[in-house]
């Protein structure tokens, strides 16, 4: 079930990501708009939550490795827990790998699993507002604002906004966007 890009492997998250996970986690600059600093006690959770996700509803972010070194890069995939706004794939790198068009290669590869895989028929991407540079990825995979939207506790209090777009519209424009 793995997908390849052409840099990129997207694989289910395994324990042995954890390292990666956790150095994510701990910069502050990396998770400032995905619900900040975690220790790596609570990063093993979080990893352990993701796990769980394929397990019970068959997605979740993919843990993303470059193909040339096997480095753990980040994750990225679906995402749909109870409560969530929509079917969401979303994005978060190391910051070593910020700027070289990971986020959106592997999102492209993701979108196309959702759509084609699990059925869904949009796909979201949760964004806080003052978040320019995921902006930027969600506008270069052709989705766009749909507004304000809410999460579910305990995050009910971060202000964030939808961009999305539907499967018509993916259809439309797959063929214009960069590859895989």
Known sequence: MPLTTPRLLLRQPVLADLDGWAELMADPEATRHIGGVQPRAAAWRSLATMVGS????????????????????????????????????????????????????????????AFDTLGWSEVIHVIAPANTASQ????????????????????????????????????????????P
Not at 62 to 79: D, K, M, T, Y
Not at 80 to 93: A, K, M, R, Y
Request: no cysteine; aromatic share 14%.
């Open 54 to 113: 394929w397990s019970m509803v068959g997605f979740g972010m993919f843990s993303v490795l470059e193909r040339a070194s096997g480095a753990w890069v980040g994750r990225v995939g679906p995402w749909s827990p109870e409560g969530w706004p929509g079917t969401e794939v979303g994005w978060g790198l190391r910051r070593a790998y910020w700027g070289r068009g990971y986020a959106v290669e592997a999102a492209l590869a993701a979108i196309d699993w």
């Open 136 to 179: 930027a990825v969600a506008r270069r995979l052709g989705s766009a604002p749909r507004g304000a939207v809410t999460l579910p506790a305990p995050f009910e209090q971060s202000r964030v906004e939808s961009w999305g777009q539907g499967r018509a519209q993916w259809d439309a424009q797959r063929a214009r966007l960069p590859l």
